[in-house]
């Protein structure tokens, strides 16, 4: 199951990155700080993105539900 969450997470954490960097460029009040935030909130996602992929690695497997 690890192998699954590892993969899911690579996949969910990308696209979460991307909403938030799509946040951060489409706001004007956050857009004047982007070089700051863009990492911050990139890896705020990734780090999100953890236990996510670990719930959705459940589900797949069949081991048990969130």
Known sequence: MLKVAAVV???LGTVLAGVAMTV???MP?????AMKLIPIFCSAAFAVALPLS???AKRIAGTGAA
């Not at 009040?29 to 700080?33: K, S």
């Open 9 to 11: 997470w690579i996949v």
């Open 24 to 26: 951060i460029v489409t």
């Open 29 to 33: 009040q956050l857009a004047d700080q």
């Open 54 to 56: 670990w719930i959705v």
